[in-house]
């Protein structure tokens, strides 16, 4: 009886082992995977919000920047725009408390010395009409002033007026003729011009026009001290017009041709009106091409004196360009002459001169004068920046 209840015990615990066994079995089976994706670029939470909290700074910064202001100097530098003329440079500022006054480096004739001024321009808005006045002085004590006014309306026409006064205190005077003499004496001269231009475009780059001017001359003895007024060191019988004052009306007439590679602007004609150097200079822009230009010039005396003459310039320039362009050799010609009627002479200050940087670079300003004159340069240029 007893082995029986042993044997039934037996059974009953294991099949409660087997019911245990198979529930902790099903109770592990595998279920459904669920995960929860992440980018694999995202920065841990942490550093997101650290990147968050710098660009705030960053944006707030710039919220709070302010650029400094410019002081006067570098206000005035980023602003100038200057433009050359014929041996001057003119300096614009504009938004600059001037009064639209413009400083202006050079201007008075070659022997002036280091030359600064002023010029108010006028019709800035206008780009068919250009005029100025200014006042120009030097460290030798010249100075003067001039005003112009040119119309170009867009046509064939031109037309330019003009106004000039120069005090010349220290003009370099060496004698009449080819051999001059070594001693170098001085004069004064104070000079006005006044006139107008009309130039008409007969052809492309081709201008013909004339003009009409009055001139005054005062002479006077020279103020520098390191060298002899006229008077001290030549006899003057050997200067024509020596110590006269003599005005003169000046009808002239020209004809203009060019065709250098350069930009033809008519620029109202003034390169060929009175108040400008007979010898113009030669273009360091032309790399090719031609140049010529002839005029003539009554010189009507008025008042007492036999002072009248005629003046005729001849000029020419060539340009050949070799070796690309890069290499240039530029030639200039040029003749003037003079003629007197009767017993008329020309007075020395009236002649033609030669000497300084725009002719004969070897020699003074004004080493040469007389009547007549005849030059030839000869430039080699070589391009140095490709």
């Known amino acids: 009886m007893e082995r029986s209840s042993l044997a039934g015990r037996s059974s ?23 995960a929860q994706t992440v980018p694999d670029d995202a920065p841990p939470p942490e550093d997101s919000t650290r ?32 433009f050359i003329e014929r041996n001057q440079v003119v300096i614009d500022l504009p938004d600059v408390g001037l009064y639209g006054l413009q400083p202006v480096l050079g201007g008075l004739r070659s022997g002036a010395g280091t030359t600064g001024g002023l010029r108010l321009p006028f019709f800035r808005e206008r780009d068919d009409m250009d005029s100025y006045v200014e006042a120009l002085a030097s460290l030798k004590r010249y100075y003067g002033a001039q005003g112009v006014i040119g119309y170009d ?25 080819p051999n001059p003499e070594e001693t170098e004496a ?24 004339g003009h009409a001017s009055y001139q005054l001359n005062r002479y006077g003895r020279g103020r520098d001290t390191d060298h002899p007024p006229i008077e001290q060191a030549f006899f003057e019988n050997n200067v ?16 203009e041709f060019d065709n250098r590679n350069i930009p033809y602007e008519l620029n109202y004609g003034r390169r060929l009106a009175p108040t400008e150097e007979r010898l113009r200079g030669i273009s360091l822009d032309a790399t090719s091409g031609f140049y010529a230009a002839v005029e003539a010039l009554p010189h009507l005396a008025v008042g007492d004196g036999n002072y009248d003459y005629a003046r005729f310039n001849f000029e020419s320039q060539q340009y050949l360009p070799f070796r690309e362009g890069y290499q ?21 200050y009236e002649m033609e001169t030669l000497g300084g940087a725009s002719t004969l670079r070897g020699f003074n300003s004004f ?11 000869v430039e080699y240029r070589w391009q140095i920046f490709r």
């Not at 006269?244 to 000046?250: E, G, K, L, P």
């Open 153 to 177: 309306p867009g046509g064939p026409w031109t037309g330019y007026g003009f106004a000039r006064y120069w005090h010349m205190p220290e003009e370099n005077f060496y004698g009449v003729g």
């Open 12 to 34: 009953l615990a294991g099949v409660l082992g087997t019911l245990v066994s198979a529930v902790l079995l099903l109770g592990a089976a595998p279920q459904e995977a669920r």
């Open 51 to 82: 990147k968050d909290r710098l660009r705030q700074q960053r944006q707030q910064k710039e919220k709070n920047l302010t650029p400094p202001n410019p002081g006067f100097f570098s206000e005035t530098v980023t602003r100038v725009r200057s």
């Open 240 to 255: 024509p017009g020596l110590g006269a004052d003599v005005d003169y009306v000046v009808p002239g007439g020209f004809l």
């Open 367 to 377: 080493r040469f004068r007389d009547r007549n004159a005849i030059l030839f340069n």
């Open 186 to 209: 001085n004069y004064l001269l104070d000079e006005f011009i006044g006139g107008g231009l009309v130039g008409y475009e007969l052809l492309p780059r081709v201008l013909v026009g």
């Open 328 to 348: 240039v050799l530029a030639l200039r010609e040029f003749l003037t002459l003079t003629s007197t009627p009767g017993d008329n002479e020309m007075p020395f």
